[in-house]
């Protein structure tokens, strides 16, 4: 089967006068009725509006190619429109439409995905686009593509191809982030909308706060092309050894989801091998800081439910509890609040461990789970060589920087072990991670932990003593740099370390940095909200409606719904909102606000320190940013 056996001249119409979607669409499918397939007409206009509707089928240089599957198609067929003056086929497109091809195929047919493949392999060539343009008949517009079918591909049948994949996905895909919250379920988004695009069928796994969803089937993988793993954070990939993989960053798997696709299609992807049970190293080279920030945000993801939890709970024991009963056991003066501050710290407690626990794992795998948590312990305890000699176990912790370092050595202590015993008899093999991996572990780290304790417990004094001794205008000034640092790449890098300080402050009872972060990461969805909102001249028809849900995300501290706006005009976006984060940052800390939670928005309100002030904060910064992006945006004359 060829693209020209889907198609005859009366299904071609050159020149036609058309100005929008509704006309584009109604000419299409009065096109493809001529092939005598389609029984239901309505039903299969409901089915392209629908297709429509999950995203648009613009495919680039001003082509688009609608397509559906529908019960009511008995054969595939093609239909083709070439407007006399282009269109706007969707608002969001990237460009005009000057040529519609219409795919119509049954519902048990994958036929369109392969149709779409060598659609677009044609379409790439700038010499036969020409020529489309300038047929005169349909019977010429048939001629040029039969000539360029035949030049590309031979007497090679499109249902040939499709045989070759005609059941499971071509290409699968994992993304995670290390909130789980935003990122992951963008690029799940993106690659998926990609997919449909290009015409290769897609199926992604998130790996997410609430848990892996849409998981990869052992049949699926064994089928596939390839996988794609956009992903900040480790996960699991011993079950793709033997199979074509490629790692990303998330934010690829957002911004350049078509490129990863088409390079698992390409073939030139290397093939992953695991090794020893557990995932061989990346095959793709990754720098040392983005390895680095990987494991870190591994371990910050893992001890968020420990920090959200246990910070809450705690919060909550002081805002039921009776300041003048005892104010020296404030907290624990009524049972409720004693119930509510104890359990609370059966898991805030625990969060160095945590984190230098899951560092660890992210480096080594299972056997440095136990050797990190030790290490976080001995970080949290400030255990060392001094003090035990005089029969004290605890010293002054190093707190939330010992716990990191103890992360990082752990991991590296334990693949330092792996390494010098992988020549040891197969038959200890069994021995090495049940004895050597966690003794030889857990007594490395409680040396080297025990040994720079001391100098650790001394930074983190020294850092608590400066955030505590700041005076009014330091601390304004570092409220608006950590403010503004949250709406630089909004959950980037950046991003990630003002929130990481903020945390660290946090476990050291420095409360109002903590509420200065959370307070700046809340604006940009916020301010963007609000320009769409009242200078809604400023901002497409798409950009207006989806600004609403920009007022949840900012509520909910998810600063990542401000992404699509800030790629889509990072010179106006960005520095509107870096304004408007540092204001409410700076009103944050000038309005003594405070904070225990590392996360919740309006949801973690009611245990903020002087709520009503940071209420004040979070409304002035969402101000300023949406009045300087209105202004700097121009009006469009496209929207009414």
């Known amino acids: 089967m060829r693209i020209t056996d889907l198609l005859s001249t009366e299904s071609i119409a050159l020149d036609f006068p058309v100005e929008n979607q509704t006309q584009v669409i109604d000419k299409l499918i009065s096109l ?3 092939h005598g397939n389609i029984t239901d007409v309505a039903a299969y206009k409901k089915a392209i509006y629908a297709r429509e509707a999950e995203a648009s089928t613009y495919a680039d240089c001003g082509i688009t190619v609608p397509h559906a599957k529908c019960n009511c198609v008995t054969k595939p067929s093609l239909a083709v429109l070439r407007p006399k003056t282009p269109v706007q086929y969707n608002p969001n497109d990237a460009e005009k439409s000057s040529l519609f091809f219409m ?20 379409l790439m060539n700038k010499d036969f686009v020409a020529k489309l343009h300038t047929a005169k008949t349909p019977k010429e517009f ?11 591909f031979g007497d090679e049948s499109i249902m040939k191809e499709d045989t070759s994949v005609s059941t499971g996905y071509r290409v699968l895909a994992v993304t995670a982030c290390p909130t789980g919250i935003a990122h992951t379920y963008m690029a799940a ?47 699991e990939t011993a079950r793709f050894d033997g199979k ?7 934010d690829d798997g957002i911004h350049k989801p078509e490129e990863l696709l088409q390079k698992i299609e390409s073939g030139n992807v290397p093939v992953f091998h695991a090794q020893g049970g557990k995932p061989a190293e990346e095959t793709q080279s990754e720098s040392v800081g983005h390895t680095i920030y990987k494991h870190l945000m591994n371990g910050i993801s893992h001890m968020l439910p420990f920090v959200i939890g246990g910070g809450i709970s705690i919060a909550l024991a002081f805002l039921f509890d009776d300041y003048a009963i005892d104010p020296k056991n404030f907290g624990m003066n009524t049972p409720i609040a004693a119930f509510f501050k104890t359990v609370g710290g059966a898991a805030f407690n625990y969060m160095l461990p945590i984190l230098s626990a899951f560092i660890a794992m992210s480096i080594a795998d299972r056997p440095g789970l136990a050797v990190g948590f030790a290490g976080g312990i001995l970080a949290m305890t400030g255990t060392n060589f001094l003090g035990l000699a005089s029969g004290d176990a605890t010293g002054i912790s190093g707190g939330f920087l010992a716990a990191l370092l103890s992360g990082f050595v752990a991991g590296y202590l334990v693949k330092f072990l792996e390494k010098i015993t992988e020549k040891m008899p197969k038959s200890m093999d069994g021995i090495r991670p049940m004895l050597i991996y966690p003794l ?34 330091s601390k304004v000034l570092l409220g608006a740099i950590l403010g503004g640092m949250m709406s630089v790449d909004m959950g980037g890098p950046v991003n990630k370390a003002a929130y990481v300080f903020g945390t660290a402050a946090l476990a050291s009872g420095s409360f109002d940095v903590m509420a200065a972060v959370m307070v700046g990461g809340m604006v940009p969805p916020l301010a963007i909200a609000l320009s769409t909102t009242f200078f809604p001249k400023k901002w497409t028809p798409s950009e207006r409606r989806n600004g609403i849900v920009n007022y949840v995300m900012g509520l909910c501290f998810i600063s990542e719904g401000a992404i ?57 910064g969402s101000i300023v940013g949406a009045v300087i992006l209105s202004l700097l945006k121009k009006t469009r004359t496209d929207v009414v």
């Open 103 to 122: 795919i119509a195929v049954p519902n048990d047919n994958d036929l369109h995905v392969h149709l779409l493949a060598r659609m677009m392999q044609m």
């Open 189 to 235: 988004e993106a690659l998926d909308k990609a997919g449909k695009k290009l015409g290769i069928s897609c199926k992604v796994e998130t790996d997410g706060a609430g848990g892996t969803k849409n998981v990869l089937t052992n049949a699926e993988i064994a089928a596939c092309d390839g996988i794609v793993i956009a992903a900040d954070k480790n996960v």
């Open 142 to 152: 048939l001629s040029v593509i039969d000539a360029q079918e035949e030049a590309q």
């Open 244 to 250: 074509p993989v490629i790692f990303a960053q998330v």
């Open 440 to 473: 030889g572990g857990l007594l490395c780290i409680g040396i080297v932990m025990c040994a720079i304790n001391p100098l650790m417990g001394l930074i983190n004094s020294g850092i608590s003593a400066w955030l505590n001794s700041m005076g009014g205008v």
């Open 32 to 34: 493809q009725v001529t």
């Open 564 to 620: 699509p706006y800030a790629a889509a005009d990072p010179l106006r976006v960005l520095p509107s909102c870096i304004v408007g984060s540092a204001v409410s940052g700076a009103l944050s800390m000038l309005f003594g606000c405070t904070l225990r939670a590392p996360h919740g928005g309006i949801f973690v309100f009611p245990v903020v320190g002087n709520p009503l002030m940071y209420v004040v904060a979070l409304a002035a």
